[in-house]
């Protein structure tokens, strides 16, 4: 019998690979560029936060297939490997072909082969992520956490040990020491693995906390201003990541609770306490630590408010909202179960359009998001069952 998905975990991880899309064509086409708006602005710079949600997503679905299937060290990794790699080398043969077409080049030998065995980083700590492909640096790291992940297995008690690691690697991470290569790319695996260790304690701890539809709606009003922060002086910063991932907890709790109907007499109840609390502490860093413009500090500070108010009154434009949000469930849960695909291929194919239909954007971001979703389509409905059975029907064999 299949187990039913979490709807609300398969609408935020389809959100986050649109969000993700977006991130990157407003920031890659020209026309976007020329006409810079807030609009652009505040719909292109999701790109990194949506990353971020997908490792605590990966973390609390890792837990939650775990509890369930209780799978061995070894069959976990097969199937994370059969998961995840077929897609993710069709997504590098695109990108060749993308170089290919482009540059009328190929990146070198140990580049390829880096970034094939999942070591490419934005930073390049080993070997740099493909230039057409950049999307493909969380990768390297989610490899890793299901590698880490592996020898907690039998003994869980070491996912202690782990949380101590990636605190230390954390630290270090943040001073930014002087330190390089194969190291720093250790380092970095470890504390961005934090994150990731997130989602799976919020899995592990649902059933003790209470949250409820309006705290979870609030928390992700928060999202906005714990985007802004920047405490440290570069952009790929453990520090801020964090925050951002920390405030999205409420709502992966409620997420998670009303799925699965969990019901105790005893629960922490996740109440205005928190959520005021977190707020103003949210408040005093964006405005302490934050090179946005003043009046988006503003408009940060003030939705949260906006929000509560609509929902405590229940205005029509917000009934408005949540009634779309209905109508439009079934597709996002859709891309949902594609996002995946839709994350490792429209990078390249975003390269590709805009190369050849730059000063068409219509055009370009229709090419862009149709290609994207029938070969998403193709690769997560019809290839990757196949290869599933193929598995399956092997297992049976041994």
């Not at 602005?41 to 299937?69: C, H, Y």
């Not at 409420?250 to 009303?258: D, M, S």
């Not at 969990?262 to 408040?283: A, M, Q």
């Not at 929000?307 to 949902?336: A, D, E, N, P």
Request: hydrophobic share 55%; proline share 2%.
């Amino acid at each position: 019998m299949a187990i039913k998905k979490n709807s609300i975990l398969e609408i935020t991880r389809g959100i986050a690979a649109i969000l993700v899309v977006f991130n990157h064509a407003i920031n890659s086409f020209q026309y976007f560029k020329t006409n810079n708006n807030f609009l652009f602005n505040f719909i292109g710079q999701w790109g990194t936060e949506a990353v971020i949600i997908f490792f605590v997503l990966s973390g609390v679905v890792i837990a939650m297939s775990q509890e369930r299937t209780h799978k061995s060290a070894s069959d976990f990794l097969i199937n994370r490997v059969v998961r995840i790699v077929p897609i993710f080398i069709i997504s590098v043969v695109i990108t060749l072909i993308a170089y290919w077409l482009i540059d009328n080049t190929l990146p070198d030998v140990g580049t390829i082969l880096g970034n094939v065995f999942f070591f490419g980083t934005i930073q390049g700590f080993i070997v740099p992520t493909f230039g057409l492909n950049l999307a493909l640096w969380s990768l390297s790291f989610e490899m890793a956490f299901y590698v880490l992940f592996c020898f907690v297995i039998k003994k869980r008690e070491l996912i202690y040990l782990w949380v101590f690691v990636s605190v230390i690697a954390a630290i270090v991470n943040y001073f930014d020491l002087n330190i390089n290569g194969i190291l720093k790319h250790i380092i970095s695996i470890f504390a961005y693995s934090s994150i990731w260790l997130l989602g799976y304690f919020v899995y592990q701890y649902r059933a003790k906390f209470q949250v409820s539809y309006i705290i979870a709606i609030l928390s992700l009003s928060l999202l906005p201003i714990a985007a802004k922060i920047n405490i440290g002086s570069h952009y790929y910063n453990l520090v801020n990541h964090f925050i951002f991932a920390f405030t999205s907890i409420p709502f992966f709790l409620y997420a998670l609770n009303r799925h699965e109907g969990i019901v105790l007499s005893k629960k922490i109840v996740v109440d205005f306490r928190f959520i005021i609390t977190l707020y103003f502490v949210l408040l005093l860093l964006i405005w302490t630590f934050s090179d946005s413009k003043y009046s988006n500090k503003l408009i940060y500070s003030a939705l949260p408010i906006i929000v509560l108010v609509m929902l405590k009154i229940r205005l029509v434009l917000f009934s408005k909202v949540i009634r779309i949000g209905v109508k439009i469930q079934k597709y996002l849960i859709f891309s949902g179960s594609i996002s995946y695909a839709i994350y490792c291929i429209h990078f390249p194919i975003m390269k590709l359009v805009g190369y050849y239909f730059n000063d068409k954007i219509l055009l370009a971001l229709s090419l862009l998001f149709l290609v994207t979703l029938v070969l998403s389509i193709m690769f997560e409905l019809k290839l990757q069952p196949v290869i599933n059975r193929k598995l399956k029907l092997l297992k049976k064999i041994k």
